[in-house]
């Protein structure tokens, strides 16, 4: 829900914008809603397909890191598969696909921004959550790493970092009052993300706006971590 709404508002910012996904559904129906918009259906995990087909749709000047997923197992039951997946996804991907991006953006000679979209499950531990809540702080670390190694070549790098967020997916989660009442209690605000706080917070960051922030981890959260 987050990666195509970025994708549209980023098209009727009026940017030329390529959207990636493993799902030929939901790029199909996201070119029928943005016809300008270039797709790549490709899993992120296969880095040969993905070095060879980023790097002949690029190059790029913008690049949000959106892909995730989230394998949720008590600590004690996590499997070897569901770590893998989670690292190569989470972590991985974002590291290969900035490595692409970056190099075009450096060969070029233009600034860029990158924003990787993480979790406040990076900042705080959450039950079932070892390995999702250890591959959003280690993609923390990494963008800060990123951040100081190519802001010499005038490319930003931050991220997001949301609570939970009401797509179609995320109400299908949260829907039960017991479930959410126990994660909203937590925020001072009294609600979660909506899909627009966290694609407002994506622009702000792509944006000249935002030219002197990088390293830097936006909350999403609705003071969350505060309390």
Not at 27 to 39: A, D, M, N, V, Y
Request: proline content about 4%; glycine content about 8%; charged content about 20%.
């Amino acid at each position: 829900g987050i990666g195509r709404a970025v994708a549209v508002a980023l098209s009727r910012a009026g940017a030329g914008v390529t959207a990636l996904s493993r799902t030929a559904a939901d790029l199909e129906s996201l070119k029928r809603e943005c016809p300008g918009i270039e797709t790549l259906c490709l899993d992120l995990a296969d880095w040969e397909a993905v070095e060879a087909a980023v790097g002949a749709a690029g190059p790029f000047e913008l690049l949000v890191n959106n892909a995730a997923v989230a394998e949720l197992q008590p600590f004690l039951e996590v499997t070897r598969s569901a770590l893998q997946r989670s690292l190569d996804v989470n972590f991985g991907a974002v590291l290969h696909i900035s490595q692409i991006v970056a190099r075009q953006m450096i060969a070029q000679g233009v600034p860029g921004a990158i924003v990787n979209v993480s979790s406040q499950a990076s900042k705080r531990a959450l039950r079932d959550h070892a390995v999702y809540c250890s591959t959003k702080s280690a993609l923390d670390m990494l963008s800060k790493v990123m951040a100081m190694e190519l802001g010499p070549h005038k490319i930003r790098v931050n991220t997001v970092n949301p609570t939970v967020v009401m797509t179609d997916m995320g109400r299908i989660n949260w829907s039960d009052p017991q479930k959410s009442a126990a994660m909203i209690n937590r925020i001072p605000l009294g609600k979660f993300a909506e899909v627009d706080d966290v694609v407002n917070s994506i622009l702000f960051l792509l944006s000249d706006k935002s030219a002197m922030t990088t390293g830097s981890s936006l909350m999403i959260d609705g003071g969350f971590l505060v309390s």
